[in-house]
Each structure stands twice: as structure tokens, then as C-alpha cells.
Nanobody, 126 residues
Framework: QVQLAESGGGLVQAVGSLRLSCAASGRIFSSYFMGWFRQAPGKERELVAAIPWSGDNTHHADSVKGRFTISRDNAKNTVALQMNSLKPEDTAVYYC???????????????????WGQGTQVTVSS
């Protein structure tokens, strides 16, 4: 079983930047994919970005396009989320998650993710 651990959350002022990192321990196969989700108080958990473990595809929610960038480092088994131009509405607990069979539709569904990290708080002040 792959274990996931997020880091990099914190408090930042609006228009600032943060970089989240997710370290995966265990065997990662090329069919796997990783996603970043977030959940604000009183709201459902939503997909922010996703990336397959092989290939060049990346996916970003419309609300973060142009501001957030997901990337991976296969050698280090890590996935990062670079967050720029942060807004107060980006405040949430951010989770990384792992799915095992990537497709152009699977990454969109929370049910396709089998492993989850513990979450890291991101707070953006106005």
C-alpha cells in the first residue's frame, strides 16, 4: 500500500504563493495517477489538479487555471502543486490522492482514488 504525505501548507497573504508537496512511499506504477483535492469548511471536497505518473498530460480545475501548476518528479516519487496569485477563496485543507488506472475520465472522480494523504491546511488572508 502506498503511503502519501503532504507538506508545504501554511498562512499566506492574498496574491502570495505556496508550494505543496506530496511524497509517495512504496511502489509506483506507470498506470498510476495523482491528484490534489481541497475541502473548505462546509463545502464538498473538490479536485484541483491531476497528473498521470507517465506522460505529459496535466489537468487543472477552471478555478485555478493559470494560477496553480501540478508537476511530478518520478525519481523522487513526489508530486507538487505550485500555487501562485492565491485568493482567500483558495483557503482549504489540501489533500493529495493516488489512483491506480489513469484515463482521461478516471482522474475526475473521487471514487477512482484509492489512497489519500492526511491533508495540509492552506489559509489565504485578504
Amino acid at each position: 500500500q502506498v503511503q502519501l504525505a503532504e507538506s508545504g501548507g501554511g498562512l499566506v497573504q492574498a496574491v502570495g504563493s505556496l508550494r505543496l508537496s506530496c511524497a509517495a512511499s512504496g511502489r509506483i506504477f506507470s498506470s498510476y495517477f495523482m491528484g490534489w483535492f481541497r475541502q473548505a469548511p462546509g463545502k464538498e471536497r473538490e479536485l484541483v489538479a491531476a497528473i498521470p505518473w507517465s506522460g505529459d498530460n496535466t489537468h487543472h480545475a477552471d478555478s485555478v487555471k493559470g494560477r496553480f501548476t501540478i508537476s511530478r518528479d518520478n525519481a523522487k516519487n513526489t508530486v507538487a502543486l505550485q500555487m501562485n496569485s492565491l485568493k482567500p477563496e483558495d483557503t482549504a485543507v489540501y489533500y493529495c490522492a493516488l489512483g491506480t488506472l489513469y484515463s482521461r475520465s478516471s482522474y475526475r472522480s473521487r471514487r477512482e482514488y484509492d489512497n489519500w494523504g492526511q491533508g495540509t491546511q492552506v489559509t489565504v488572508s485578504s
